[in-house]
């Protein structure tokens, strides 16, 4: 952590290209920062093992646990210092994957392929043992910035088509409406995306 003059001085520095690019180790381009990735079954079933307890720790803390895990559940520190201890570990796994501080998870760069790029058919990773890093020149992350959003945006529109349903007495013209509204939101989603 630093104040927020030193932060801008930083800033300063690197606008007038006198700091090193902030690109990962390994890849090509130093100046990107942007990357489709793809990891191996070890890969996730490590971070899920550390992310699976430092989800038990959180429901301990909040008592959210079952008569039977309550039961034998650790006694000593505090959940909360637990919590902690834990998700560092998380964070601690996933800083030395991304700097490839260590080398168990192996990282690759790799072009995207024809059928990848436009058919955004995922690679084979089944006998693969390196996570794949793709480069996201056209950033295509800010595409996916409403998943896990679906039924709150299919509620949302169901919500609309009746309101001005009951409004305008026009089933068509709701669902014009309503489709209009979605358009809207996809379209400001995709502005403030490309500016943020």
């Not at 800033?11 to 690197?14: A, G, I, T």
């Not at 000593?76 to 959940?79: A, F, N, T, V």
């Given at each position: 952590d630093v104040?927020?003059?030193e932060i801008s001085r930083q800033?300063?520095?690197?606008q007038q290209?006198?700091?090193t690019d902030r690109g990962l180790p390994g890849c090509p381009s130093k100046s990107l920062q942007t990357f489709e990735i793809y990891v191996t079954?070890?890969?996730k079933?490590?971070?899920n093992h550390i992310f699976r307890s430092m989800m038990t720790e959180e429901l301990a803390g909040t008592?959210?646990?079952d008569f039977f895990s309550k039961l034998f559940r650790r006694k000593?520190?505090?959940?909360s210092e637990r919590l902690v201890k834990a998700s560092r570990k998380l964070n601690a796994f996933l800083r030395g994957f991304v700097d490839q501080d260590t080398s168990n998870f192996p990282v690759s760069h790799r072009e995207q392929t024809f059928l990848h790029r436009f058919l955004h058919t995922p690679p084979e990773m089944l006998n693969n043992k390196d996570s794949i890093f793709f480069p996201d020149t056209f950033y295509n992350y800010d595409k996916v910035l409403f998943y896990g959003e679906t039924w709150n945006l299919i509620l949302f529109n169901l919500l609309c088509v009746t309101t001005f349903d009951l409004w305008w007495d026009n089933t068509m013209l709701a669902i014009f409406a309503t489709f209009l509204f979605d358009k809207f939101f996809v379209i400001m989603r995709t502005i403030t995306g490309n500016a943020n």
């Open positions: 104040s927020m003059l800033l300063q520095q690197e290209g006198l700091t079954g070890e890969w079933r490590q971070y008592g959210e646990l000593g520190k505090p959940s």
